[in-house]
């Protein structure tokens, strides 16, 4: 078995004024660190002197510790690598030693309480996802990372690594990082026509973060939020985790059927939306139906949770101002990522919160996660600043307009008697729907088996939909890994 390196040891407590001597201490706490696993076979520990000295205490309990320890078998020694949890450790009934906090003698399994949980915590259970394996065709969500400019990143992380101001490597400010705030704004303004200045950009390590906060601060356990139907999981997640019940509204061509969410879901607090890109398929909502819903919203006192994830790549047509940009009511929190259009471990997002509002989600942030990676921050202000985001942004468009264009042909020669493609306007997926009595479960799990993730259209819905389809992404594939994709797609259904 392997050895592993010396490490850290959990915090020894020791009792010097108890009746129980110290080296008889130290082995029982010992023993209870090995038989709970929180020492692991195999492991370094460290030499006698250096934790008589870390302790505070003469070594001769610690050797007299280890001794015993070593008689008793749970360590064993190397010459050259001191001393080591044994890799082949008794079993998990220590010698009694006697009372007190020193006790290590484990519970019997029938003497155990019950190991309770939240309500909250049982209340969604995603079932395996196989498609999520892969990461070629046609892994939706994922930008083309090998194009990503990373020698430019780097020199950027170098800069800012090699000389971190003091003050920047303390805790930072939970709305972000102000020069990357500042530059958000400038950018969500002249782009998606969010009327916002610095002061209400909040950074956020992406937007589930932000969907979470804004269930978390705008909504009470059994309070009642409208959801696309089909919508984004990771949206009706964060809602179901927060005790929030869905109210699934149907999608047309227009987008989110705002009169059936009126018919259906009176006395709403929050609506989650994908105006400019719904996902998953792809429509963008109609003039009409964002003036309906500012509206409604606004007579009733809602919330709208605006998901602008990837409206960046678009390919027709003028690009879509956001639904934001239209609220005069302030009704509108609007939710941004750089995963798409930078890369996913990135994990910087960001919210743009009504003025009203900052000081709760100021709040929410603080009790999150405090605050992102100011490294991280100042890295992306300057890929920002120095032109490289808009850059890498005009280069990404053209190459998944000539991705999306070679995944609709093959799919068109080889599968337009099985598949029909609908949503293929922006962004970096489309959707392509099966013939009515296939379950696009099955069809993902056999696609992942062949290296192809090709995600089922069925869990984005609440309630069971009349036909399945594919989710396919073709950000991340090349046009080689597409047609191979399309191929063995074939073979599945
Ligand atoms: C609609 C939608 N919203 C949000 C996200 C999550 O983005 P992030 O990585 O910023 O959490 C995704 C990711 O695929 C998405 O599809």
Redesign the pocket.
Known sequence: MKRLAASYLPPITLAFRSGTPMHQQLSEWFRRAIVDGQLQPGQRLPSSRSLADELKISRVPVMSAYEQLYAEGYLETFVGAGTCVARSIPGRTPKPSGTGPFDVTLPSIENHAPRRISRRAGLIQVPPQTWLNNLGAFR??VPALDQFPASVWSKLVNRHSRKLPIELMAYGDPMGYLPLRVAIAEYLSTVRAVRCDASQILVTT????A?QMCAHVLLDANDRAWVEEPG?P??RHALVRAGVRLVPVPVDQEGMDVAQGIRRGRGARVVYI?PSHQ?PLGVTMSAARRMQLLNWATRNGAWIIE?D??SEYRSGGRPIASLQGLDIGERVIYVG?F??VMF?AL?L?YMVVPKDLLPVFFDARDAADTFSSTLYQMVMTDFIREGHFARHIKRMRTLYMERRTALMEAIHKQLRDKLEVIGTEAGMHLVALLPPGIDDVAVSIKAASKGVSARPLSPCYVNPPARGGLILGYGGADVAEILDGVRKLKQCI
């Open positions: 939706i969500g992406g937007s589930q973060q969907l984004y990771g949206a994908t996902f998901d994830y990837d990522t995963s798409k996913p994990r997002g």
